[in-house]
């Protein structure tokens, strides 16, 4: 008996050995293989350092040559100025907006200058000068992104809820989920901004915007002569219980007497006068907030921020040669010592 449990003893030791040198071997690997992700890294950061150091005087030479072209053409280049105008578009309109900013670009391609003049209503040589139109999101808060997110996750169901986090709504935002839009132009000439705005009022109105405007606007003169109906009604009952309570005041003593009987009294009228004045004013107040639909929202478009009157020099890197040529040049660098180690590596490989 005492030599089976021994043995018994013997195999649970021998299992509990085995499990544990599996997993010290198991996190031995796990290290081994931490350490050669790091241990890759700094391969590469060395290699390419090296490449650096070695070739150091072409490198500088392509940098200094490239960063004297950008500074020479800085100079003698007309400058480019940006300018923007904020919007906020009403009933689908922003949709006919970015379509006609394509339709504007496509036109500066071409150099279909005359056209883009007869649009925009300005000299032809004014139009010769824009570079480029774009469109973006306006500039949005965070509570409102907040508030809109509230919107969005009460409009769907609870799985999809839980699903969406705040940052994911945020990063699947497209352009079309903005309030306010910026239409930006880009021009040589710093004082056309202002002249553009009337072509930019015609990109609002289309045939679709027109119709939901119309259905709109049916749709709320229907609501609203509903509510007058209703209003009216409610104040003829009201009329009608006003005089029933003159009638209860003259009679206030409340008994009726049929020669000599006993008197009877009289029940006094439920007028029900407080839930008619509430349902009074809860159509007053739908009607008020039908008209002040009616009254905001009438035009295609509001205008948050106007074109400025003279334009802001443009800074960006990519209109910089000084800056961006240096830059493309030490990568082209770069890709030309890649390419020539693969292409010796493709020939001395040795099968």
Known sequence: MSDNNTQQNNSEEVDLGQLFNA??????????????????????????????????????LVVIVAFIIGIAIDKTKQPLYYGNMLVEPYFESEYQLFKNIEYYNSLLNTQNFDALSKIFEIPEDHARQIVSFDLEKGPETENYLLQEYDEYIRSVDSVRASEMTFENYKENRDLFSSKIFSVEVFSRKNDIFRDLSSGFMKSFENEYSLTLKKRRDSVAKLKKTLFERSLRQIDSMRLVYLRIKEEEAKNKTGKLGFSGMVPVSQEKTDTKEYELLNNQLRLRDSIRKIEQIMIEKNVYYDIVSKFPEVGVKDGSITNRYSLFFPIIGFVLLCLLFIVTKIVNYVKNYKY
């Open 23 to 60: 997993i010290g071997k198991l996190f031995e690997r796990f290290f081994k293989f931490i350490g050669s992700i790091f241990v890759a890294i700094f391969s590469v950061i060395i290699f390419a350092l090296q490449a650096i150091i070695q070739n150091i005087k072409i490198i500088l």
